[in-house]
Structures are given as C-alpha cells and as structure tokens.
C-alpha cells in the first residue's frame, strides 16, 4: 500500500529549477509555495543565483543540509532523468516532475518517459523503497488543508470539502478561476499529467484512506467529501471500478471524460451487431462502480457546487417555487427529462400554501407566488414546502421583475437553508441584477444556476447517486460478492474439452475458429447446439438425415467466412433429398471457388424451429476486461439497436436485470396477445456463456448469433470465436 | 392588414391608471416612457393627482385634448372595459392592458376577458375601425429603436438587431437583465399576455412588413434580424407556418416553447401506435417553417447572441484552436454529437501552422497553441485558419493559464474578427479572470461561452438554420407550392361514394366507422383492400370462399370493437371448411354474448400474403391541422418506435423523404440478403390516402394498420376512421 502521505503533506520541499526571473515556472512554483503558507523548510536549487525570493539556493541536491520529503522538477526534459537519479540517491521518495517533453511530445519524449519509469521502477523494489512521482507533464497538486501550493497556477486557497483529480493542467486553472468566480473551496487538487508512476487509482485509494471529512465540512455544505475526476483514460478498469465503489458507497464521485460522443458515434455507424464501441463499455463499468457521469464541461461544474453545498435528496419528488409561469412551466419539462417528479402536495399542504398566498398564485405544484412577489412571500411558500415530508428537493425560480427583492430574498432562502437542512438549488434567472443574489447565495452555499434546466439537472444527478448509496449501503453488494465468488468456484467444473481445442488452434496461427469448432466449445459449456456433423461427401449428409429428419441447414465450416449468409454459405429450409443434393453441390463448387485444400468440409445441421432470434456476444475490452452483450438478433438487430451491455461475471440478479432492460425483452415476455418464452433458459445459457468466457482467457471474442429461444429450449444456432 | 406602426411609434400617448406612488405599475411605466426619450405627447390619466412627474393630469379619458395614437390600461381589470370603449369612443385604435386579473386567473376572469374580446370585435368592423389591443396581462413592449421604453420592467435602451416575441413578461425580465449583462442590444421587444387580441402571427407579420435591417447594423454584428420568441400557445399554426417560412427565408427565427419533454413523455407512454403527442407534431412544422427550436433557456439565450453577433457559417466545416488539449478533445466529441465536422486541412494549411506554432504544438484539427501561448501564438495561428476557404467557422477555446494574456488575446480576436468578418465562437473556461476578456469580446461582438460544448450547439443551431435558408431560397419552396396545388386540383376526382357513407353516418350519433365502412371509403380514393363480404350467414361466407378461395380471415365488423385482434374478434389462417365452420360458430358467440342487435354481420376476407406490416394514418392537430403518420407496423411498430409525421399535405418529394426516414425503410429496401419491395407502391398509397383525409374535413382520426406490401401489391388490410 502506497504511503503519500509525505508527497501532499510535505515537512521539506527541494526545488529544482528554481529560477528568479519572476516569470519563470521555477519562480512562480516557489512563490506559490512561500504564499499558500508552507511553513517547513524549502530549498530552492539553481546553479548561479545564490538566493532567490530570500531563500538561500543549492547547486546540487547532494548538497542539501537534510533529506526533503518532497521533490519538485522544474527543468528541461532532457536533465529530468540525472537529476532524479540524483534525488533517488539522497533519498528522497516523493517527485513532481513540472516538465513537459516527455510522452506527449513524440517518439523522443516517449523514450525518454520509458527511461524515466525504468529508473522508477528499479528504485522502488519494495514499499519501503517506493518512488512515488506525480508527473511528469502535470501542474503539480494543491492541498488547501495543509496548507500548501505547489503549481504554477494562479493561486487558490479556499478551503472546502471537493477534492479533484485531473490529468489535464489546464482543466485544473479553469476550475480555479470557476472556483473563485463561484467562492467554492475545495480541499485538494491533483494533477496526474502523464501518469508515469502515479495515477488516478493511487490518488483514489489515497483519498479513500485519508478521511476528511471532519476537517472540511462548513456550515451550509453538503456533509459529503465529493470527488471530481477529469481523465483522458483510465489505466487498469478493474482496480478502477474496485476503489470507486469503496468510495461511492459514502461519497459521490463524478467523471468528465473525453471521447463519449465520437466513440457513440463510431459505435453507431458499426453494422456488425457486434459489441459496441468502448464508451458504451465505460458507461456500464461507470453505473457499477456509482459513478456520476459529466455529459460536458458545465455538467462538472454544476456537479462541483450542488454535490459540494446540498445535501443529497431522500427521492425524486421535487418542488418548484417562482415568481414566473413560464419558467416553471419550462421546469417542469425538465423535470419529466430527467426522471424526476412534481410532487403532488396533499391537502394539508395545499391549504397552508392557500392561506399564505394571493388568490391568483397558484398552490399546485409549480408554486407560483406570482411576478411581483417580495421576500416574505417566496419565504411562506418555502416554509410550507420545506416542512412537507413528501418534498425531497426544492428548486426556488427567481426572475428579476419591477418588484422582486433579489437579494433580500437570496438572504432569507439561505437562513431557510442553514435552519432546515433541506436541499435547496436556486435559479435566479438574467445577468446583471440576479448577479448580487447569486454572491448571497453562495455565501450561504446555495446553488444557483442561471437556467432552470442546469438546477433540474444537477437535482437529476444528485437523485443518481442517492439511489446507489442506498442500494450499495442495504444488501447488493454482498450478495454480488457472495454470487461471484459462487461463480468463480462452479467455473471449473465444467468445459474440459475447451482447454484442449484452443490450445490445438493456438499452435496453428489461427485466430478464427470455424462455427464447428465453435459449437465444440459451447456444448463443453453445456450449451445446446442443434445436431451438427462434418460431411466429406452427400452420402455423409444422407445419412445425418436419416438419423435427425429434415428440415436441415448446410453451411460451408471455415474459418474463413465469418459472414456466411452473406456470401452463399449458407442454405436453410432443405427438407427433401433434391434439395438437399442441389444445395450440396452449389457450397461445393463455392469451396472449389475459394480455391483453399484446407476447406475440405461443410457441415450439415438440424434446422431449429423456428422462434425468437437473439445474440449473445462477448469481447475483451482493454480497459475493462471481458464485456458481455445481449440483445435482439437476426434481422431486428440491426433495426431496433437493442445492444446491452455488462462487465462479466454478472451474477444471476444482473442478468436477468440486463434482460429486463432490453428492447427485446418485450417479445420475451410476449405481448398483444402474442406468447411469451421461459426466460429462464435463457438465463441459465447467458450463464455458462460467461463461465466459457471467464474459463479461457484465450478467447478474445465470441459471439452466439442467432440464438434461437423457441417452446422446445434454446439453441446456439451458430457460434463464433476470435483468440487472443 | 393590420397597420401597427402608430402602436409601436406613437406620436402621443394616454396613460390610464397614472400613479403619483413610484412603487406603483402606473408610475414606473409613466417614468420609463419618459426616461426612454420619447418626445411625442403624453397624457397621464389619474382621479385625484393634478400632475405626475411634472406632467399635468387628466381625469377622463374623454376630456383629452387630442386623440392619442396609444392607450396605457394600468388599472384594475374590473374597471378595464369601460375604460376600453371611452378609449375607443374618442377614437384611439391602439391600446395596450397591464392589468392582469383575466382568464389566467379562473372563471371569473375567463368571463371578463371574453367580454373584452367582444368589445374588441365589435368595434373593429373593418381595416379601417380596427382596435388594435396588446395584453392584458403583458408586460407591453420596448421600442430602441423609436426609442419607447412602454413596460413597468427595469429600463433597457441598447439598440440592436434582436428582436424578441414574448407571451411571458417574465422571460421578457431575465432577458432584459440578461441583454444588459452580455451588453447585447435588440430593436423591439413584444409582450403578448394573453393574446386576446394582438397574437404572434400578427407581430410576425409586423416584422416581416417592417424591414429594419439598414436600421440595425452595427460593425461587427451579424447582417441579420433575428427573432426570438417564447411562446406557450400558437394560435393558427397554418398562419403560424406561413409567415415564419417568409421571414425565414431572410433571417432567422427561433422559439422557446415549453411542453416539449412532458408531451413527450406522454407520447412514448402511449402504446396505441397511433399519432404521437403534440409535440412532436410542432417538430415537424417548426422543421418545415425553418424556426429553430430552443432546447431550454440557456439555448435561447445562447441562440440570441450568435445570430445577432455572428454570421452564419457557409457550411459546417469547424476548426478549433485552444491552448489546452483536455477542452480541445471534449470539444472534438460535441462537434460529432451536434453533426458539424472537424475540417481536415490541407497541405499548404498544416505548413503555415508549423511554421508559426512550436514543435510541440498539434497543427492538426483541433490546434493546440500550448499552455504557454501569448495572444501572438493564438495571432498566428487564426490567421492561418481564417483564410482557408475550407474552415467555415472557428472555435477559440481559452483556458486561463499562468501565462495566457487573456484581454490582449480577446482584443487581437475582436480585430481579426472586425477584418475577416468569418464566423468566430470563443469558450473562455472559468470564472473570474476570463470575465474580463470576455467584457472585450463583448465590446467586439464576439459571442463567448464558458463551456465549450455551448459554443459548438450554437455553431450547429447556425448551420441548421444557414442550411434551411439556403434550401428555401433555391427552389425547394416553388416546387413544393406547385405540387400542393397539382394535388389540391386533383382530389376532386375521386371518392364521391365516400361522402355519402360518411354523410349517412353523421345522421346517427356514432363517430367511429366499422371496417367494412372504413374499406369502402379506402376503395372509393382507390385504395386497394383484400376483398371481402359481409355475411348473415355461414353459406355468404362459403359461397365468397368459392369466388376468393381459402385462406381466409373471420372478423367482427363492429365499430365498438376498435381492439379487435386484442379481443378474440379476428380469426385468421382459416385454410379449410371445417376451420371456417368452427370460426364462424366462434365468433357467432361472442357476437351473441355482446348482446346488440345492431351487430348482426360477420365479416369475410381474403387473407393477404404474408409481406412487410406498415401503418399509416392521420390525426386533426388541434393547431396545425391533419397529421399524417407513417411507420412500421404489426409487432415492429411497438419496439422500434418508428413514428414519422409530416403535416397534410405532403407533395410526392416529402412523402419519398418521409419515408426514407423511417426506420423500416431498411426493410423497405432490403438489406443483409433479404429482398426488398417496390416503394413506389407505398407513396402511391400515402398520396391516395392524404387526399382522402383533405377531402373528407368530417374524418377526426384515420389508419390502416397494418398495411400490407408484398410482391403482389400493396394492401390495407384493416382500416379505421373517426369522425369529429
């Protein structure tokens, strides 16, 4: 376990590549320090000025009086690796390496960043030994409960309860000018930049053993310690979703990432009905480990103030209060959007909001306490709703009108506030007027959002992890735990043979296994495949069918054509000797056409009844590891999109959730008078589909498609599999 | 034709309801008029006061010394009629109420108002007598560029090339706030209230009659006009879509109209198959009149300032240029979300970047100047860009990094901007310091929005709007009013029996047609229908059998039967005697066990080969009139949601789009080795079937559910009609 406890809170900090022109990283790092109020020993390191901004400088880090717990690298990429040699050999054991130049800057700076985890790597032979570097390529961290800054950012020192990961520098200097813009604090601010040694898991698993909540929580704010995350990737999925969950269970932790709409995009225009494009994956990986998703850059920051100041909602059921129709009427559009509900106020509620109001307000949910609405009445209708048990969150509409006291009125929802503890988001809606409620409300942490539809949203999402806190803090999570271990331990049991045809394959160079070889596999799994054979000649396929009856389906077996039916290798419906002879011969003379001796067989198979067609698939995802998708197969694949995904092992819970969750589902379950299917069978395939899959790692994708569930059973109608 | 220039530039106006109380409405309206520089006549009205703000006062309307061209009602809605007919007795015509208290405010209310309508009409017997009246219940308007500021809202005088429709006076307060804050300007801005009289349609045409284009231009502004309008209702959509498309075709138009996500809701709740909620219809007619929809207030808002200030890209070809890759890449995702696309540069493009940017910097789309670029960096490098005739528009990104001259870069960008005059959107990400640089970009007219994701919506709502313009000023419009007229001469033809069945029905109290009736009308507009009969007796259904031959469908032609597959009314497949004996027994029965009289037919029908279900019907929108509907039918319809509307009519280029939209149209064509069918077949029927709906005004709801297309023809297996 990684101690970075002396990375973020330092006694001693060496750095190198101090400089004393002012407008130099090395300066403005060192100035940051001294201002954030770093009161430990710093040693600046320069080779020719002897004393910069007062401090007394050193030419080498041999040199230095005592060994610093921290080290900082300000110097040209190319004089970063002697002089972390250097550090190394002094002893220090925690590095940030400023630097650009390294992986980001071509094939150069790739070897150069290879050197540097090299020569990290040979220094850490133990966790005592452990090297932790931050870096290299990154602005450095923040901790305001130190405190200490050590970027080369404009300087910030609110304190609060957020804490960030960012890969990105830049990310981190527009959330500092949003944080003082918006009077936001935050605890700490870690910049990942290349993540040559640390990254976001270490960083995670660091905030998950270091509890501050007590530490941080104000008057007004949430309670919570939340944390936002902006990654570009994500280094080991697993470990990732591991941490997370750990953390969400108490905490809420919400993720900006790029490459969510091109990689839809890329996934859509995919026709191959196979697994979906790696985002799709990530959401799956997301949802499990409760993780809150930014759709963009504005979703992070609203995410930052309501997760930072409110406390999370009991439910969904939410209130509008506004001086305006229209915008409530706006809202509660939204409201429906995003899930949530208007609560429908009982009598007793109805009738003290009619006591306190105008005639012409309206006391249905939206409240409208009309356009010319002082404080005093926005104030009676919050304290009825504030009280009403069946409110879960509060969301108070302001329009600047003639009469409307704007920050008389923030004043008073921000005593409410502190004196309820009921979520409260404001939306003072305009620019130059509600701008002076808004500096009130966030003196009392209140959020407010200049659009409506950002509050209902941010609610939305706040609700989002509400719902998985409690259903990971009552009795999922054991029983997942308890159902994967039960899976792990079955998943030898079965599937002997497998071992045995993939590693006959794996000596060829063969990735593709034909449909054969395939349908071998899932029968070793205990997954019906229709009665199959090889035929040499006719006179094999004849008597195949004396044995199974027609109606039988020929198919050339190779390797070669993973899209049968799309190119004639495949002829179904033959129910009769000269069908049967014509059919043979045509695959025969596709096979001579291919011109491959290799291709010596196709193979004659008991044609399923018909029923519902669907697919199941498989694929290794780098991140995440092995995903499973399932869905609607055949021709309504293509048409209805109906691709669900889930990280494998599911337990048994979770799939028959995924099923529940599909378009197709509905023809499962039969519907308008047609008949349903047991989807029972279909549970128990998806089953031993997953241990087939988690048993050899060797297969890097398969996929059953069609599977045909039909009043008899279910079949693996053809299968196919890709190794490693 | 309505004449408002004498309300919107009145030489002289009334103010009933004059308050010497500054907090009152009747004060501050009194003092905006005056503090907008009006200098026409003004004469206050007020029962006890002498003199208002130094002017003297009147205590009957009647006693005037002139006939004011405009009349003021700020007084209680109680005394507002006879106010109004002394207004209209000494002879002015146009008149705006304050006062609220109307329909919006219960029954009593509703009462008033439409007395108030009366007084209206009576007095307006032709062009010449019309009263024109704004309200009640709105906030009255503001004209810059008179310049008469006529609401009770805080002043706002910038003059600019916005214009604005409101139904809220509250929206109408945020934008005023909001306009001061981003130092946006507008010309007019209208309040409707509740539109008793003045309605959108009539301010449009306002608009459109009024160029004011020459009036409005500043450097640096868009070359538009264009209009934004928040709406709750719209009166006449036909009207509605008429004028919208004549201002469209010249400047763009864009709404914000509340009901969007709740109708929604409602319409994917529906599992009728039948027409989709409102909602979706204003789609479909927003789309055909080229008005841009809002998807909440933050849109408007954003939508407001990028057409005033920005001129439309050629086409949607993007570059980006930011000095931090993370915004840069999240950037890259919303450009494929909204549909617009990264240019790719050229050769000569991608030179002149290395040229003046650092080797780490990417020269490809999108351009990172690095973390470290001074306003000069960024100089360059947009130089570069705005030159390629294959970049239609740019996007800076700016993050507030240590080095980053943040006014400076805003100043150089307005310049470039001022000189090249191509379309630039900057995102400035964070909070208090970039708000400076954007006070310059605002100065410059150029938009910027603090999340980069906006910018790129707004970009894409420009497009969509640059790509109607284009489309209706080539000769999309001609064709398509050529084929309306073809049509509308053409239905004349056909379906004369059809008035008659629908005339004879109309003598009774049913509205709902049974099948047998339904098919007749089909026939009648040449509709092809399976035969059929209906028979009194198992011997009229053997003997159509002998005419038709098996297979056969059973059914109960009843028009309280609307379910009829859902209810046991429907035998299909009867293939033989015995099965047609036994049906006919069966539904016999349940004839029988409904116990009316009037039900005494079983109907026969040829059953029609198997081939692709399809629907097709049509519903009376209560505002845009007859809607047709078209999708896949039969279990489809119910899992790929595949509803597409057009508004009746369509000519036959529509109707091709229409259904080359569908979902099913993948069906239609064929695809992965199935065959396809003969489109042509199915406009025909559409065509055949808009003509029924427009000539037969009686019928409320129509469809063919299913259709049936297959090798043979196309078949409308079982239809419906309701009447109004």
Redesign the interface.
């Known amino acids: 376990m990684l101690n970075l406890d002396s990375m973020f809170y330092p006694k001693s900090i060496a750095l190198v590549g101090a400089s004393p022109d002012e407008?130099k990283?090395g300066s403005?790092v060192l100035k940051n320090i001294i201002d954030s109020g770093f009161n430990g020993e710093i040693f600046p390191l320069n080779l020719t000025a002897t004393s910069i901004l007062g401090l007394d400088t050193y030419k080498d880090y041999e040199d230095l009086p005592s060994i610093p717990d921290l080290a900082l690298i300000a110097i040209p990429a190319e004089f970063v690796l002697d002089v972390l040699e250097k550090i190394i050999q002094k002893g220090t054991k925690n590095v940030v390496i400023f630097s650009?130049?390294f992986k980001?800057?071509g094939s150069e700076g790739l070897a150069l960043e290879q050197k540097l985890s090299e020569i990290i790597k040979k220094n850490s032979t133990d966790d005592a030994t452990k090297i932790n570097v931050l870096g290299p390529n990154c602005l450095g961290f923040v901790n305001n409960l130190f405190p200490l800054n050590v970027t080369?950012?404009?300087p910030v020192n609110k304190k609060g309860n957020l804490r960030f990961i960012s890969?990105?520098?830049?990310?981190a200097?527009?959330v500092?000018?949003?944080?003082?813009?918006?009077e936001v604090g935050f605890s700490e601010f870690i910049t990942l930049g290349n993540k040559t040694d640390l990254n976001e898991n270490n960083i995670l698993q660091y905030f998950y053993e270091n509890d501050i909540s007590s530490l941080t929580q104000e008057e007004g704010s949430s309670g919570l310690v939340p944390i936002g995350m902006?990654l570009?990737s994500i280094i080991d999925g697993k470990e990732f979703i591991n941490i997370s969950k750990k953390i969400s269970a108490k905490n809420p932790l919400f993720l900006?990432k790029?490459?969510?709409?091109?990689e839809?995009?890329k996934a859509m225009q995919s026709h191959t009905g196979s697994i979906a494009g790696e985002d799709y994956v990530l959401d799956v990986a997301l949802k499990k480990a409760g993780i809150i998703r930014c759709?963009?850059?504005?979703d992070f920051?609203d995410l930052a103030k309501v997760f930072a100041w409110e406390k999370i909602p009991k439910g969904k059921n939410i209130a509008i209060i506004s001086?305006?129709?229209?915008?409530a009427?706006?809202s509660?559009?939204?409201v429906?959007?995003e899930g949530l509900q208007l609560v429908r106020f009982d009598d007793e509620t109805r009738n003290e909001l009619e006591t306190h109001l105008p005639?012409?307000a309206s006391i249905l949910n939206p409240v409208d306490v009309l356009?010319d609405a002082l404080a005093e009445r926005y104030e009676s209708a919050i304290k009825t709703l504030i009280v009403d048990d069946d409110v879960h969150s509060l969301l108070i509409i302001l329009?600047?009108?003639?009469?409307t006291q704007i920050e008389k009125t923030a004043e008073m929802i921000g005593r409410l506030s502190f004196e309820y503890g009921k979520p409260i988001i404001c939306s003072f809606?305009?620019?130059?007027?509600?701008?002076k409620g808004e500096k009130v409300l966030n003196k009392f942490k209140i959020p407010s959002f200049?659009?409506?539809?950002?509050a209902v949203k941010a609610i939305a999402k706040m609700c989002q992890w509400g719902e998985y806190r409690n259903a990971i803090n009552t009795n999922s999570e054991t029983q997942t735990l308890e159902s994967e271990s039960d899976f792990f331990e079955q998943k030898q049991n079965q599937g002997s043979d497998s071992a045995e045809i993939i590693s006959s394959i794996l000596t060829t160079d063969r990735k593709n296994l034909d449909s054969f070889e395939a349908n071998q596999i899932l029968e070793a799994y205990g997954i019906n495949t229709p009665s199959t054979k090889k035929c040499e000649s006719i006179d094999n396929a004849k008597s195949f069918v004396q044995e199974n009856n027609f109606p039988v389906v020929l198919k050339i077996s190779s390797p070669q054509m993973l899209h049968k039916?799309?190119e004639g290798g495949v002829i179904a419906g033959i129910d009769n000797n000269e069908k049967l002879d014509e059919s043979f011969d045509r695959l025969k003379k596709i096979i001579d056409g291919m011109g491959d001796s290799s291709i010596n067989a196709i193979q004659i198979q008991k044609q399923v009844t018909k029923g519902l067609e669907l697919i199941i698939g498989s694929k290794k995802d780098l991140v995440f590891g092995n995903v499973l998708m399932f869905g609607a197969g055949g021709?309504?694949a293509?048409?209805?999109e109906d691709r669900n995904l889930g990280l494998i092992p599911l337990n048994k819970v979770e799939v028959i959730t995924l099923i529940k969750n599909s378009?197709?589902n509905?023809?499962i379950e039969g519907?308008?008078?047609?008949k349903g299917f047991e989807s029972e069978k279909l549970v128990d395939l998806i089953l031993k589909f997953q241990k087939m899959i988690n048993s050899n790692p060797e297969i890097s994708e398969a996929d059953i498609n069609p599977v045909i569930l039909n009043d008899d059973g279910i079949w693996a109608v053809d299968g196919k599999m890709i190794l490693i």
Chains 1, 2 share one sequence.
């Open positions: 407008k990283l403005i650009a130049g980001e800057a080369f950012s404009q890969q990105s520098g830049a990310i200097s527009s500092f000018d949003w944080a003082e813009y918006n902006y570009e900006l790029p490459g969510k709409s091109s839809s995009k759709d963009g850059i504005e920051f001086n305006a129709g229209g915008p009427v706006l509660s559009d939204f429906a959007e005639r012409a356009g329009t600047p009108q003639v009469m809606m305009g620019g130059s007027h509600i701008a200049r659009y409506p539809e950002r039916s799309d021709v309504l293509n048409l209805i378009k197709v509905k023809l519907y308008r008078g047609e």
